[in-house]
């Protein structure tokens, strides 16, 4: 089967995140309720496996929130991967956070992450989990370190062109011992050779503090292996 070529991988993409723009310009006027947010996050993968059995990833996200009218964060993010056995791989990395605080100035956060995540095929049908240990650290305020637990269950549909993609993400504060937050998302992905592009709705609600605000997420996604 002849593999389309990256300029034609790239074309789709312009028009994935052309079909983005008209979306996020319908919802722009609509303001979001007191208590929730509408945001749109943008993110790019670049992942090369340089073996059998080692890969790095550098991933670029953008996020824009209050109803997306401002760039909140910018965060560039750098992996590498071991494969243990077939279906298992660790995984240990670094993520630079630039957020925007409430004086409306970015900020720089810093947040190192390790753990595995797996994935089981069944016929069309994959299966995948991810348990990451992670640690903010914050240049600024009391609450310097915080310690967290995230684990990612997905599961996608890959028998057509385009696949359906499910998955769900518990944040667990280790600090407090308390559940701190639930992203749940669907998308629908579209591979083109080594490339894949991604449109999906994402929707983050807080548990632990109940004053933060209630995320709905229009997500642009792209990733390349090299």
């Known amino acids: 089967m002849q593999v389309p070529s990256l300029r034609a991988a790239r074309r789709r993409c312009l028009r994935c995140g052309f079909l983005l723009a008209v979306v996020l310009c319908a919802l722009r006027p609509a303001r979001a309720r007191a208590d929730s947010d509408v945001q749109a996050w943008l993110e790019l993968d670049l992942e090369h496996e340089f073996s059998k059995k080692w890969a790095v990833t550098y991933e670029q996200h953008l996020r824009f929130d209050d109803n997306l009218s401002r760039l909140s964060q910018v965060l560039p993010d750098l992996s590498l991967t071991m494969r ?37 095929e069944r016929g069309a049908l994959r299966l995948s989990a991810r ?47 308390a559940l701190d937050k639930v992203r749940s998302g669907i998308d629908l992905a579209r591979p083109f050779g080594k490339a894949e592009v991604s449109l999906g709705y994402r929707l983050e609600v807080p548990v632990q503090d109940t004053t933060e605000l209630t995320l709905h997420i229009l997500a642009l996604s792209s990733a390349f292996e090299l």
């Open 84 to 120: 243990l056995v077939p279906a298992v791989r660790a995984v240990a990395g670094y993520r630079a956070q630039y957020v925007r605080t409430g004086s409306g100035d970015f900020e720089l956060r810093h947040r190192p992450y390790g753990g595995a995540q797996a994935r089981l």
């Open 131 to 177: 348990a990451l240990f992670t640690g903010q650290i914050r240049t600024s305020g009391q609450d310097r370190f915080r310690p967290a637990l995230r684990t990612r269950f997905a599961a996608e549909w890959r028998a057509r062109a385009w696949r359906p993609r499910v998955w769900t993400e518990i944040f667990f504060d280790l600090d407090t011992s």
